[in-house]
């Protein structure tokens, strides 16, 4: 669960400096961050509201934002399936669907099992909303992510970089650059400069989302994979 206050909407740290005008994760104009306990008393709050009677799709809605944000992705998946059946033109129901089943706000539980019906409605997102950026980092991830399953690190790493021309302070485009550059997990062979250039961006991730511990797992391993080269190259 993060602990770091973060979209209302979709739960995302906040992730550049100044005023807050928009999530760079779901696109929603923005004027505040909520608080962890935030979004807790108004799930709470909510839940009481709604009481016995079947909730309104806008009340459905929120339900999904907040336990979105609350990292209790398989409750919002249900709730935002049950939206989507009501609002299919919205892209925010969409988006926040392909969020929860690629487990946002949960790290570590990334998995392909969900693939088709994200596909489903990033296909949908792509041809109805193409240049809102949420579907632009959304889709440049996915495809990231595809390519990893096949081992294909040369063109994730290109496209990797286009990405963060576009999307510099996002944390998992960072995080799945620094894979790319590690030839995802295909090390051997790898110099101390390839480990140096993915712990540059491994870090930004963290930096990016402390509460990304996939990020923070990894830059602990490739500093320490790093002292090693070093020290077999001086002994
Ligand atoms: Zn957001």
């Given at each position: 669960m993060p602990n770091l206050p973060g979209?209302?909407?979709?739960?995302?740290?906040?992730?550049?400096?100044?005023?807050?005008?928009?999530?760079?994760?779901?696109?929603k104009a923005i004027s505040r961050l909520t608080t962890i306990q935030q979004k807790q008393s108004r799930l709470s709050k909510l839940a009481n509201e709604i009481g016995r009677k079947p909730p309104t799709k806008e009340q459905m809605m929120e339900l999904g934002e907040l336990t979105l944000g609350l990292g209790q992705t398989a409750q919002a998946v249900n709730y935002l399936r049950a939206v989507i059946k009501q609002?299919?033109?919205?892209?925010h129901p969409r988006l926040l669907l392909c969020l929860s089943l690629l487990g946002f706000n949960q790290p570590?539980?990334?998995?392909?099992?969900h693939a088709r019906e994200i596909g489903l409605h990033v296909a949908w997102l792509k041809e109805?909303?193409?240049?809102?950026p949420p579907v632009r980092w959304l889709s440049y991830y996915l495809e990231m992510q595809r390519l990893s399953r096949t081992g294909d690190w040369p063109r994730a790493v290109a496209l990797g970089k286009q990405a963060l021309d576009e999307f510099p302070n996002n944390y998992l485009l960072n995080s799945m650059l620094a894979a790319a550059l590690l030839r995802f997990g295909k090390t051997?062979?790898?110099a101390k400069a390839d480990y140096q250039m993915a712990l540059k961006y491994m870090k930004i991730a963290v930096e990016m989302n402390?509460?990304?511990t996939p990020a923070v797992r990894n830059s602990h391993a490739i500093e320490k994979k790093i002292a090693l080269l070093i020290a077999k190259h001086e002994g």
């Open positions: 979209c209302p909407y979709c739960g995302s740290p906040k992730t550049t400096e100044g005023e807050i005008t928009s999530c760079q994760y779901c696109g609002d299919t033109e919205g892209a570590g539980v990334e998995s392909s099992v109805h909303y193409v240049d809102f051997i062979g790898l402390p509460d990304y």
